[in-house]
């Protein structure tokens, strides 16, 4: 079939410089992948340096009480216990369970209840509410400097920075107070040079359920009865850790609350008579255990308040501050004010909470100089925040309440103030994230410009045909000849301008505007780019307005929401697309192709939708299947597992038998090495499994975790070792058979069988080193799904192919009945549409392996495949392999789209690399476009209620998954397509000798 092609004018051929010039075409090809890489971080970078700003903080410092500057209130206690149990959610220790209660944590840990029943006066149990995101390094800042967090705090959480604005610990260090601090290590990096005392333990190693909590019980008590400190401080990790571990519904947590219950029993024991307790956790957890995001479960924190002598519950037995049933709400931040005035400290000056009334209502003198003290403080802080709507929600509370009096309406001062103070708070929570619009317009353009870029790439290679790498050098060679150029001067005189000539955003900023304005320039230099272009089949079609709809659909955060169900849908559209097609193939056996891996293809999309975690906005119209009930890892897939390592490797050779490829090094690389490394992966996790056994000799426990440990490092030794070498070193998959005339004498004739998917079946085993490494590190439900992506794959690529048949022999019929006069090894030029599929199936993985774009549903467990503890920078590797592994599998698949049954040609002559360049820029624009469409209408909806909770995290998801498949592609074509064709020429060398 004949391909259409741009013609390059002479000059234009002339301008590519030497060294682009003298570039093979696959260093182009990879030049190109990584400057299109480079185009969408600048962009990604702008972006988020714009949407995604820190909270502004302000650097003052509250004013330590003197003579001349008194505490507000006189202070109830000289000393506190501060222990955090941290995820200790609020059902944990609330005297009112909810019906039917747990046996795994509920009315287990009861002291606190206990004690309130026993002593309302001088004990108090809260509801705190802990702002999103909740995780614990923002619940730290939360309660020490009584600020807000912002969502790009959440990221912060690996990588905890010294707290520089007012807060708690160094308004104590600052009046001479000594605090001692044990446990989670975050503390000493928010304070690294405040404590007096620390022990701190590592905060991430969440295979580890009591040794930080030994740790801290080891030093607390030896401190309690020597004293000599002010504030006492432990944070507790085995609550959190057993979450993250295996959920809160297992006998592990009911042992870990039990442990905890006694903790604070012999605390209490040992209290004075002058030391305040405060037992609180610093956010809660989901049903299986994690948090990180804004559900209920994940924002309600237990908050329990204690005195062994002087009373703090003031409004005991009075409805006032009562709730009907349950636990009163209070903002968690609250109890920065309350615990600074209990104490005598300055209120730290970014400070947003109120106080807790129960405290302070005993005399309404002192409630009302307590209520009074904070927001004088407020408004402190919001005069140097300089912010209109904040000042204004402040001055309209102040003007309702003179306005009360004038009119004879009785309201006390201090809950006017309160109401104040909570109406400050609510316009600053609607402005927690500072907005810079220049940044994001240019980000939004940048991205734009990369999706425009990309498109006219794609077009370029498309239409170029076999002098596809003619466009792509002189479309290179005009962006760094011109687009640097001009992008480097730009970005001095911004330098310049700014009096900082070394702000390397604006710099690189200027150089990738100016670049792929270039790139999208360069088309206008050849005839016949776009023109080509705008005419096509229905099929060429359907990909890009697949593509549209789902750009589209990102302006609604309903379809944001369901997306996983919207990305099945589409790709069974195509699926069934393709069936209808099958009906005009001109031969029986091709509309018996189409038909039956169509509706394979359909089958399996829809069969793969069906594991899904379930957003907290799809209730109640979702069922989560990639867990238990109870929120715990779906270990009842164990019994598949012999299953899925019988059947998939049965598979992949009876796939590589029909091209007569299961030959040379595909069995051994297929039924031995590959089946047993995904055995390995598949046995590290049942040992996962086994060391959370309720019927495990615990005995026994070292053993698994060793035997767990060796294994996974065995395989990761396999996947990085063994199976590249054989890859590289073997020969193709190919069968050699030679036949001898009629004498046996001479060997008369050969027969090379494999030959017509030699690239194709070469190049398919090094994508099965991709899925098994993606395998180990999934869970093994998340294991069967990339089993079933891998075989969608394979519909996908014989579903083509047939289609491609079909086209070929359509072209080769001639006007009459029954004459055809096909081209002998025709090759039909791959479309858009074929690269869409692809597409959709790496996102239905990612959301099919147990995946959403929430925080909440990060797979923590994968950090520690191979590892014991947390291990920079590996274990976080790790997670984004887990979270965008399958993405980049499918990634690493692309190339198939060019190879698969196409058999090697005398001089190189077939454009597999131009094929596999234009499906790779296909597939990119398809990401491209949905990040640019995220990143729109998340700037777009910036003010919008869901934006934090959906747009935000959508453009997070798109913007990441973007550069992981522009890396994987990288390695795609730079490494797999890369040997596989050096195997290929050598071995058409041989052949011809």
């Known amino acids: 079939m004949a391909e259409s092609r741009g013609t390059i004018p002479a000059a234009a051929r002339r301008v590519a410089s030497a060294w682009i010039a003298g570039l093979s075409r696959t260093a182009l090809a990879l030049l190109l992948l990584i400057f299109l890489l480079f185009i969408h971080l600048v962009g990604l970078a702008t972006f988020t340096h714009g949407f995604l700003l820190t909270r502004l903080t302000i650097p003052s410092t509250s004013p330590a009480y003197n003579v001349t500057n008194p505490a507000p209130v006189t202070a109830t206690h000289s000393k506190a216990v501060v222990i955090i149990i941290d995820a200790l959610r609020t059902d944990f220790i609330s005297p009112f369970p909810p019906n039917p209660p747990s046996p795994f944590h509920h009315n287990v840990l009861t002291l606190p209840a206990e004690m309130t029943a026993a002593h309302p006066d001088r004990s108090m149990i809260f509801d705190s509410f802990s702002d999103p995101p909740t995780t614990t390094m923002q619940r730290i800042k939360g309660i020490t400097t009584g600020s807000l967090p912002t969502f790009i705090d959440a990221g912060a959480n690996f990588a905890s920075t010294a707290i520089e604005e007012d807060n708690l610990i160094s308004q104590a260090v600052a009046d001479n107070r000594s605090v001692v601090f044990m446990g989670d290590d975050t503390w000493l ?36 009865e020597k004293g000599g400190w002010d504030v006492l401080i432990g944070h507790f990790l085995g609550v959190d850790h057993v979450g993250h571990r295996v959920g809160p519904d297992r006998d592990t947590m009911r042992d870990k609350l039990a442990q905890m219950d006694a903790v604070l029993r012999r605390v209490v024991a040992e209290l004075d008579d002058d030391t305040l307790l405060v037992v609180l956790g610093d956010h809660g957890m989901n049903p299986k255990g994690d948090h990180g995001g804004d559900s209920p479960l994940e924002t309600s924190a237990a908050l329990w308040m204690y005195s062994k002598s002087t009373p703090i519950n003031h409004a005991a037995g009075s409805s006032a501050y009562a709730e009907e049933e349950g636990l009163r709400q209070i903002n968690q931040i609250d109890l920065v004010p309350t615990l600074a005035l209990m104490l005598g400290l300055p209120i730290p000056f970014n400070n947003l909470g109120n106080i807790i009334p129960e405290v302070f209502v005993d005399a309404p003198e002192t409630f009302a100089a307590a209520a009074r003290a904070v927001t004088n403080q407020i408004e402190r802080y919001i005069n140097a925040y300089g912010n209109a709507a904040v000042l204004k929600a402040f001055t309209d509370s102040r003007n309702e309440y003179a306005e009360a009096l004038e009119s004879g309406v009785p309201i006390l001062a201090a809950d006017a103030d309160m109401n104040t103070n909570t109406r400050v708070l609510e316009a600053l929570r609607e402005l927690w994230a500072q907005f810079s619009v220049p940044h994001i317009v240019l980000g939004v353009v940048l991205l734009a410009l990369g999706v425009a870029a990309t498109v006219a790439l794609y077009l370029g290679v498309r239409n170029g045909g076999p002098r596809w790498d003619q466009y792509v050098r002189m479309a290179l060679d005009t962006a760094v000849s011109v687009g640097t150029g001009v992008g480097s001067v730009a970005g001095t005189f911004a330098g310049v301008y700014t009096r900082d000539p070394l702000q ?9 505007v100016g670049t792929a304005s270039a790139v999208l320039a360069a088309p206008l230099l050849v005839r016949g780019t776009w023109s080509a272009s705008l005419t096509g089949t229905l099929q060429q079609a359907i990909g890009p307005i697949i593509l549209i709809l789902h750009t589209l659909s990102f302006a609604s955060n309903s379809f944001v929401m369901w997306e996983d169900r919207m990305v099945v849908f589409f790709l069974v559209s195509l699926a069934l697309f393709h069936v209808l097609r099958a009906l005009i193939a001109p031969q029986a056996s091709l509309r018996l192709r189409i038909l039956g891996f169509g509706i394979l293809l359909a089958v399996l999309a829809r069969t793969l939708g069906l594991s899904t975690v379930c957003r907290e906005e799809q209730q109640p119209y979702c069922t989560v299947t990639f867990y238990e009930a109870n929120g715990s890892p779906k270990w009842s897939v164990y019994g598949l597992i012999p299953f899925m390592l019988m059947i998939f490797p049965r598979i992949i050779g009876a796939v590589l038998g029909w091209s007569k490829s299961y030959s040379g090094p595909a069995p051994v690389f297929v039924s031995f090495i590959w089946r047993a490394v995904i055995l390995m992966g598949a046995i590290y996790w049942t040992f996962e499994w086994m060391e959370t056994w309720d019927g495990l000799n615990p005995d026994r426990i070292p053993l698994v975790k060793s035997v767990k440990l060796w294994v996974a490092r065995f395989a990761m030794s396999a996947i990085f070792g063994l199976m590249p070498y054989i890859w590289a070193s073997s020969g193709l998959c190919l069968d050699i058979e030679r036949e001898k005339d009629q004498t046996g004498e001479r060997e008369d004739e050969v027969t090379v069988l494999g030959f017509g ?28 799904v990339l089993g079933g992506t891998i075989v969608a794959v394979v519909a996908h690529l014989e579903l083509t192919d047939s289609q491609r048949d079909a086209v070929l022999l359509h072209s080769g019929f001639s006007g009459e009945p029954g004459a055809f006069e ?88 077939v ?66 397509l890369r040997v596989t064709s050096w195997k290929v020429w050598r071995t058409f060398k041989s052949l011809s000798v």
Not at 204 to 221: A, K, R
Not at 504 to 512: E, R, T
Not at 762 to 783: E, K, R, W
Not at 836 to 848: D, T
């Open 189 to 224: 990096n928010l304070f690294p040079s405040s404590f007096s005392q620390a022990y701190p333990y590592d905060s991430f190693n969440v295979e580890d359920l009591h040794t930080v909590d030994n740790g801290v019980i080891e030093h607390l008590f030896p401190h309690l």
């Open 504 to 512: 390397g955003l604006q710099v690189f900023l200027s150089v990738a």
């Open 757 to 784: 998917n030699a690239f194709g079946s070469t190049y398919f085993l090094f994508v099965l080193m991709g899925f098994a490494l993606v395998q180990l590190v999934s869970t093994p439900l998340a294991q069967l």
């Open 822 to 909: 096909g081209p002998r090894d025709a090759l039909v030029r791959p479309s858009f549409t074929d690269a869409v599929p692809l597409a959709l199936l790496a996102l239905i993985a990612f959301f099919s392996t147990g995946h959403q774009a929430v925080l909440a549903t990060i797979q923590w467990k994968s950090a520690f495949v191979g590892f014991e503890t947390v291990t920079y920078p590996w274990s976080p590797l790790l997670v984004i392999l887990n979270t965008w592994g399958p993405i980049a599998f499918i990634a690493l698949c692309v190339p198939l789209l060019a190879t698969w049954n196409v058999s090697p040609r005398p001089n190189a002559s």
């Open 911 to 976: 454009p597999i690399l131009a094929h596999t360049v234009q499906m790779a820029l296909a597939f990119i624009t398809y990401f491209a476009a949905i990040t640019l469409a995220s990143a729109v209408t998340a700037a777009w909806l910036r003010r919008h209620l869901m934006v934090w909770k959906v747009f935000a995290p959508r453009f997070m998801l798109a913007g990441v998954t973007l550069v992981v498949v522009d890396l994987a592609l990288i390695v795609a074509v730079g490494f797999g």
